[in-house]
């Protein structure tokens, strides 16, 4: 299943997901010893990957404990999404609220990812009290549990060599060492998450970076991009990195949420090593062929 090539069906949905350009991502991606994520959400570049074994990581306890679950006991949280489902078919909205308030009283995995797959555009938003906000989707009915149940199961086995952990970034690339490989997808630089309340620290994350490059780690990030006429720019300090790439990577769903128009969304990904030159020779239509070169790290 590792490098797979095709669209592969979300069984977290995550805003700021990299699905969309997932297999054009992994076209980048080196060899390596292992492979870690320590911004996890969606893990949508999991199934591509092409290093087995590694290490995924994200603060959020919920979505940890959810995909621990899915590797572990997929029976156990198909079934336990089908129950939630049919009770919603029979009982109606009501019953989504009341699993809203269930999980922001007990964090429980399972009306996590019956939330996900029921709100409205399946935005995953928490308040400023750390509590789940987002409303029922009104005119879906959310995933059918025979479909979702075979979603679940294809990434137990995609999953199947990978260790979750709840953890800050940091603890887990600190277990880094040369030969791996790390995917970064952080919330933008200047930006707070949706998921909580803090901003990464910068200063401290682009030490984080240069410490890989000292221990010969290689990395890929997406950092920064445009959505419509916003800018997000953040730029990397040059010399943290080799090579850099446009992408488009698809629509806004927030300006859909608040039916504005339809943004374009681009975004910045770095690499701190150079990938073959036949990738920037041969880049499909959603990659900026125009990148700039960087050969300032010895990897």
Known sequence: MLGH?????????????????????????????????????????????????????DIIPELINLWNAIKITPELVAKEYRKRWIKLQKEGYEIFYKIRDDFNRTRNEHDFLFLTRTCVNGLIRYNNKGEFNNSFHLTRPGINPENLKEVIFQWHLVIKGIDFYNCDYRDLTSQTMKGD?????????????????????LPEFFSELDRLNCRNVKWMLTFD????????????????????????????????????TIDDVKESVYLNFNPPAKLTATAPDNIDKEATLFATIDM
């Open 225 to 260: 991009g445009q959505a419509g006429d916003r800018n997000y720019s953040y730029d990397l300090p040059k010399e943290l990195y080799r090579h850099k790439i446009f992408m488009k990577t698809g629509h806004s769903p927030f300006t859909k949420l608040m039916n504005t």
């Open 181 to 201: 490989f790390v995917f970064f997808d952080p919330p933008y630089g200047g930006t707070k998450g949706r998921y909580t309340k803090e901003k990464i620290d």
């Open 5 to 57: 090539k095709a669209n592969f069906p979300p069984v977290i949905k995550w805003s700021g997901s990299k699905r969309s350009v997932a297999k054009h991502l992994s076209a980048y991606l080196p060899e390596g010893k292992r492979y870690f994520e320590p911004f996890l959400g969606g893990g949508a570049l999991l199934p591509f990957r092409n290093i087995a074994t590694g290490l995924a990581g």
